[in-house]
C-alpha cells in the first residue's frame, strides 16, 4: 500500500505602499539572510487562511491588518518550491493595514523596498512578486 502524503499549507502577504513592498529578511534556514514575502504555516486545526495571514504578518513585522482587509491573490504548489518539501501557499494583498514595520519571531529585519529595487528573493517569491506586478497591470489597463 502507497504512503499519502499531505503537503504543507502556508501563507505569503503582499504588503504595499506607495509602491513599495514589505519584505521579511529571514532569521533562520531555508534562505536565511535573504528577504522575503512575510508568512507562515498554518496553524492545523486552529485557524483559518486569513488568520493564519494576519497572524504571520503582526508575528514577522509588526504591521497588524483586519483579515477583512486581505485580499486573496494566487495559490502557488510547484512542488519543488520550498526546499523542506511540497509548500502550498496561499498569496494575500495587503493595502489597509496599521503599524510601521518592526522585526520579530522568524524575521531578522522587516523593511519596505521600493518595487523598483528589490534585492534578490527566497523561494518563489520573484515570480509571485512578477505575477502580481503582471496582475496589476492589466487590472490598470482594463
Known amino acids: 500500500m502507497t504512503e499519502y502524503r499531505n503537503p504543507c499549507t502556508t501563507v505569503d502577504i503582499l504588503v504595499e505602499r506607495d509602491n513599495n513592498l514589505l519584505l521579511i529578511k529571514r532569521k533562520y534556514e531555508p534562505f536565511k539572510n535573504m528577504w522575503a514575502l512575510p ?4 496553524d492545523y486545526g ?4 486569513e488568520e493564519a495571514a494576519t497572524r504571520e504578518l503582526k508575528e514577522e513585522t509588526g ?3 483586519n483579515k477583512e482587509d486581505l485580499r486573496f ?3 502557488y ?3 519543488n518550491r520550498d526546499p523542506r518539501g511540497h509548500y502550498i501557499t496561499h498569496v494575500y494583498v495587503a493595502k489597509n493595514f496599521n ?4 522585526a520579530d519571531d522568524d ?3 522587516a523593511r519596505f523596498f521600493p518595487l523598483e529595487y528589490l534585492p534578490e528573493l527566497a523561494f518563489d517569491h520573484e515570480k509571485i512578486l512578477n505575477d502580481y506586478l503582471t496582475n496589476m497591470d492589466l487590472e490598470e489597463k482594463s
Do not use: M, N, Y
Open 107 to 109: 524575521a531578522e529585519d
Open 99 to 102: 503599524g510601521q514595520p518592526v
Open 73 to 75: 491573490f494566487r495559490v
Open 39 to 42: 508568512g507562515g504555516h498554518l
Open 46 to 49: 486552529k485557524e483559518t487562511l
Open 63 to 65: 504591521i497588524f491588518v
Open 77 to 79: 504548489s510547484e512542488p
